[in-house]
């Protein structure tokens, strides 16, 4: 047996040949895998979903789209971004999208494409359990991956939180709160048993990692990772499930009293236990 082949045995690809780059997992973690509720052969997504109802409903309207034709580059269209309505004309961030005129080289078509940087699932510990780890360097503001999972309602999600709480069990359901002027506007998606690399990534006190909010093809938002600092080989990626990212400092506190699992970030302003999503 080659080098390459013990290679090839000693890892798997987790996505399955779905993510745009291989996203490596020690095949000796297998059965802990198992345990977990996430069968990656049948559990890995690359898109949102909705159980019940069809994601179409959630299309965007036509006038959601541009008619970039003025700049291009080798023939290929590509967006103004001082003119372009998809960057310009929206109060949520908007990607171009398929009413868009511009081409797929577009500098505004980045979430879309998908996972473009080497990571690595890894083992921990017992009481942190896997964590998602960077295979090459990537710079402050690179664009990561997204958090992809099932988008499912507020009574489900709660229920969820509730019943992994008692359970002492790892909950998945990511909670975004949209603030407006008059109204606020929640999103849950739940990855703990469909979902991508993004599920594996641990809660840090001090995050390499920060999300934004984008909406490609759909009103539905979908939850961005991007780099917050440079972040070197080797080092473990990880965010902050409470972001403040359109959350008053009341819905940060009601959410960090929810838990009483201690944290295991071992960061210097480690706030002792897990926060909740």
Do not use: W
């Not at 929206?90 to 577009?106: A, G, L, M, P, V």
Request: glycine share 4%; hydrophobic share 30%.
């Amino acid at each position: 047996m080659t080098g390459e082949q013990k290679r090839i045995d000693f890892y798997i690809d987790i996505s399955n040949g779905q993510e745009n780059l291989p996203v490596k997992f020690p095949n000796k973690y297998r059965s802990l895998l198992e345990k977990t509720k996430f069968n990656y052969d049948n559990n890995y997504i690359i898109n949102n979903f909705l159980k019940n109802k069809d994601i179409n409903d959630y299309l965007l309207l036509s006038e959601y789209g541009c008619k970039c034709f003025n700049s291009k580059e080798n023939n290929d269209i590509i967006c103004n971004e001082e003119k372009c309505i998809c960057i310009n004309n929206h109060n949520q961030k908007y990607e171009c999208n398929f009413n868009c005129d511009c081409s797929d080289y577009c500098n505004n078509r980045l979430i879309q494409k998908g996972l473009n940087k080497k990571l690595m699932i890894n083992y921990i510990s017992k009481n942190k359990g896997f964590g998602v780890f960077a295979l090459e360097e990537i710079k402050k503001g690179e664009f990561i991956c997204e958090y992809v999972g099932e988008i499912i309602d507020k009574i489900s999600a709660y229920e969820k939180i509730e019943k992994n709480r008692l359970r002492k069990k790892n909950n998945y359901v990511l909670q975004i709160r949209e603030i407006y002027k008059n109204m606020v506007v929640n999103t849950f998606i739940d990855a703990e048993e469909k979902g991508n690399l993004s599920r594996f990534i641990n809660h840090s006190c001090e995050p390499n990692l920060y999300f934004d909010l984008v909406r490609v093809n759909y009103f539905i938002p979908q939850v961005a990772f991007y780099a917050k600092k440079n972040i070197k080989i080797g080092e473990e990626i990880t965010f902050s499930y409470i972001d403040k990212l359109n959350l008053e400092e009341t819905d940060y506190q009601i959410n960090f009293q929810k838990t009483n699992k201690i944290c295991e970030c071992k960061s210097a302003n480690c706030l002792i236990y897990l926060p909740s999503f």
